[in-house]
């Protein structure tokens, strides 16, 4: 069984940045390609990053330049490094994987974790 655990969320003022991890079990992170989505209040999931299972990165025009995804496969993790948060950024933020090469939509994901909250104040 395929499971995703978030971590590293919380409270941050704008400008701050924040580190998300997403710890696999049951597999690793080179079976699938691995992607972060958020939802913010009253919107639809977003796709920000993903990661391939050959290590291809892909972003939203939304967070190019801010965000950085990384895996680091001795610890079966996924990484998404955060700088220059805004308010905008403000959502429940997913770790979830395909069995696509990689994808920026969140339908197309079928393993997820609980999800963080990142919470930007201005």
């Known amino acids: 069984e395929v499971q995703l655990v978030e971590s590293g969320g919380g409270l941050v003022q704008a400008g701050g940045s924040l580190r998300l991890s997403c710890a696999a079990a049951?597999?690793?992170?080179?079976?699938?390609?691995i992607g972060w989505v958020r939802q913010a209040p009253g919107k639809e999931r977003e796709g920000v990053s993903c990661l391939s299972s050959d290590g291809d990165t892909s972003y939203a025009d939304s967070v190019k330049g801010q965000f950085t995804i990384s895996s680091d496969i001795a610890k079966n993790t996924v990484t998404l490094q955060m700088n220059s948060l805004e308010p905008g950024d403000t959502a429940v933020y997913y770790c979830?994987?395909?069995?696509?090469?990689?994808?920026?939509?969140?339908?197309?994901?079928?393993?997820w974790g609980q999800g963080t909250q990142v919470t930007v104040s201005s």
């Open positions: 979830a994987g395909t069995n696509l090469f990689w994808s920026l939509d969140a339908a197309d994901y079928d393993y």
């Open positions: 049951g597999c690793s992170v080179e079976d699938y390609a």
